[in-house]
Every structure is written in structure tokens, then in C-alpha cells.
């Protein structure tokens, strides 16, 4: 097991376009188990390669049934619906936005070996693929929202939203 440091915005790396992966070598697949374990570490839902300084297409998700999906130059190839909802990324800690994103999208990426398929899901999980798919182009969701919520105000607002919930 290896933790890998998570690189916060402001960061170079987190701005740039990454590449395709084409070798599926045994440097990949340590890259996915750190990544891996980075997340489980971290408590997060999805962790992007240019995260931990690797500028390469690859990212890890994790779904609603907790499995952590492999994604290797994943592309999103259908996208439905919409919501609306609280974001968050583990590059910019502590701070969290209102984000719309699709309510539904199919992801078409590789696996460690270089075999593709595809994936779909809804709600958080399509929401974190649409985040974690846009870290590798250099994106942000802070540039989603022009508001940023911490401390007591995101308090505020999560007690508000799960009063309309209730
Ligand atoms: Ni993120």
C-alpha cells in the first residue's frame, strides 16, 4: 500500500491537459493502486491522476455500492438529465459549491489492461465521473460555481437541503 501526496489547486498540474495512456504496464497498474488506496485514505468519492502530479488519463471512482471503478481514458459518450447539488474535491479541501451536472451519464474507458467497456450510472456517482473526467483536461468544478461554502455557512446549507428532504 502506498499513499500518494493529493496536490491542491493552485497547483501547476491541475491546469493541464493530460495525455492518453498507451502503455498498460506495470507502472499503470501501481498508479491505480496508489490511487486507490489515496482514495480510501481520503475519504473521497473519486480521485484524478493529475491529483497526485501523474498527467496521465486516469482516474478512480467510487460508487454507490462503494466498489472503485478504473477508468483509463474514459470518455463520457451519453449524459442525461440534470441536478443540482453540493460539490466538493479533495484538491480544494474543505471548500464545497452548488454544481449542476447530468443526472445520468455513460462513460466509455479502458480498463488497467487496456480492454474497453463502458459504465453508467446516476445521481453522485455521474456526478463524480463528470468531475473526475474534467480534472484530466485541466478543469476544476470551482469553475462551475461562483460561490464557495465553508465552515458554517455549508453547515447552514446542508441543514437547510435536508430540511427540504425531510
Ligand atoms: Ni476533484
Request: charged letters at 35%; proline letters at 2%.
Amino acid at each position: 500500500m502506498a499513499l500518494r501526496k493529493i496536490v491542491l489547486q493552485g497547483e501547476e498540474c491541475l491546469r493541464k491537459k493530460c495525455r492518453v495512456v498507451t502503455d498498460f504496464n506495470a507502472r499503470l497498474h501501481t498508479l491505480l493502486d496508489d490511487m486507490r488506496d489515496t482514495l480510501l485514505d481520503s475519504g473521497g468519492v473519486g480521485l484524478a491522476a493529475p491529483q497526485v502530479g501523474v498527467l496521465r488519463r486516469v482516474c478512480v471512482v467510487m460508487n454507490e455500492d462503494e466498489e472503485i471503478i478504473e477508468l483509463v481514458n474514459p470518455e463520457i459518450i451519453a449524459a442525461e438529465g440534470e441536478q443540482t447539488g453540493l460539490e466538493g474535491c479533495l484538491s480544494v479541501p474543505g471548500k464545497y459549491g452548488v454544481v449542476t451536472r447530468p443526472d445520468f451519464v455513460r462513460v466509455r474507458a479502458q480498463d488497467r489492461h487496456g480492454k474497453f467497456f463502458t459504465v453508467e450510472d446516476e445521481g453522485l456517482t455521474a456526478r463524480c465521473f463528470c468531475h473526475e473526467i474534467e480534472h484530466l483536461d485541466g478543469h476544476l468544478f470551482v469553475e462551475h460555481t461562483d460561490h464557495l461554502m465553508e465552515g458554517e455557512e455549508l453547515e447552514e446549507y446542508i441543514r437547510r437541503m435536508e430540511e427540504e428532504d425531510a
